[in-house]
């Protein structure tokens, strides 16, 4: 399919921009009017779309068909907390108790697995994995964060997630890491506030993205999206040397996406939001202003997941921005190059196998048996 996108309209180019969440588990005629209206270049499926594997593979082959342009198809599927299938397969462990266990064997095989079920499914995105570092003192902050990390240091991080991501992207399923630049120091849930996340510039390059930076410099080019998060980072500003004043969360802000993801560590492919309905951003900024101050920072696409109503009025905001110039032609350019990129990477989905999947979901009830996790318990 072409994706350099040169024949779609001012409204379908922006569009693309927009990564979008629906309603329920059918294209019922509320959801096929959203998509109509947006275009959006990607879908993110929650535990709200899933009923069955055949359910859901219906649902993205018919979304499929009514785009023009073939579609990102995302979802959170991490383990443990962050599990949208588990309703249809096994539940999957999550990071932590695999890097307790030191498998690294087993950071591989989840990789892998949650890859071919999800292509069986119709995916060809996971947003995961996740890169915060959780030390021991971080372990007791509220943020959400707790079982989802590979480890304590940059190093075990980056070993447990590069070897994920090996396994992940070894079956054609993209990941993504996330969030940038570090959600581990946060005292609270960016779903519900705003992390404020007092640490320096030095201390970040050096502790929370140490693993990030890794993985951009490595000849083989593992890192193909990032997710930023919507932490606010007070005691940075990468241009001026200076703090840099008004809390804004770090996926609207230009000195942490252009300044610091892009410029200063050299990061130029996709890049998308956390969630803009996230109490982080919901709760300080409307939708209009928000999704014109991402795409203003240097985000390419914008996870809008819930609403439909904010959905429009992020899009209709977008359109505006551009037609009167607050957004420039070159700015819009840069981000449908880049999705345009990672889209030719997309591969097909696999054809559906519902025994295949049900092979895969006792791989993973293997892998919980190996590490002695039980969906429920601690964690």
């Known amino acids: 399919m072409d994706h350099d996108f040169a024949s779609l309209s001012l409204e379908q180019k922006i569009g693309q921009l927009l990564y979008i969440g629906l309603p329920g588990p059918e294209l019922d005629r509320d959801a096929r009017a959203l998509i109509e209206y947006v275009q959006p270049g990607g879908i993110i499926i929650f535990g709200r779309n ?15 068909e009514m785009l023009p342009v073939e579609p990102l ?41 949650t890859g071919e079920m999800l292509r ?3 995916f060809n995105m996971n947003f995961a994995p996740v890169l915060s570092i959780m030390t021991e003192e971080r372990d007791v902050l509220a943020n959400g964060l707790y079982s989802r990390s ?3 240091s940059p ?32 005292e609270v849930d960016s779903h519900e506030e705003m992390p404020v996340i007092p640490l320096s510039h030095d201390d970040l390059i050096a502790h929370d993205l140490a693993p990030y930076i890794e993985l951009f410099t490595r000849e083989d080019r593992m890192v193909h999206a990032v997710m930023v998060g919507h932490g606010c980072y007070p005691n940075i500003s990468v241009r001026q040397g200076v703090v840099s004043g008004p809390l804004i969360p770090a996926s609207i802000n230009p000195e942490i996406v252009d300044g610091l993801l892009r410029t200063e560590l050299g990061f130029n492919e996709l890049v998308v939001t956390d969630d803009l309905e996230m109490g982080a951003v919901a709760k300080y900024y409307e939708i209009e202003d928000a999704a014109v101050r991402a795409i203003n920072a240097g985000e390419d696409m914008l996870l809008i997941c819930a609403r439909p109503d904010l959905i429009k009025r992020g899009r209709d905001a977008l359109l505006q921005a551009v037609h009167e110039g607050r957004i ?25 196998d519902l025994e295949r999947f049900r092979q895969l979901s006792e791989e993973i009830a293997a892998l919980n048996r190996r590490l002695d996790y039980t969906y429920g318990g601690k964690i």
């Open 50 to 64: 899933v009923v069955s594997p055949e359910q859901l593979r219906s649902l993205l082959d018919q979304i499929r």
């Open 73 to 113: 198809f995302g979802i959170d599927q991490e383990g443990g907390l962050v599990d949208r299938l588990r309703k249809i397969a096994t539940p999957m462990p999550p990071a932590r108790v695999i890097r307790q266990k030191g498998d690294l064997a087993g950071a591989r095989t989840l990789g892998r697995v």
């Open 120 to 122: 069986l499914l119709g």
């Open 150 to 152: 590979f480890g304590r």
């Open 155 to 186: 190093g075990e991080v980056l070993g447990y997630a590069m070897t994920y991501l090996r396994g992940l992207q070894g079956t054609g399923c993209l990941g993504c890491v996330k969030h940038f630049p570090g959600l581990g120091a946060g």
């Open 328 to 352: 420039s032609e070159e700015r819009l350019a840069e981000s449908l190059r880049r999705i345009a990129e990672f889209k030719a990477r997309v591969q097909p989905p696999l054809p559906f």
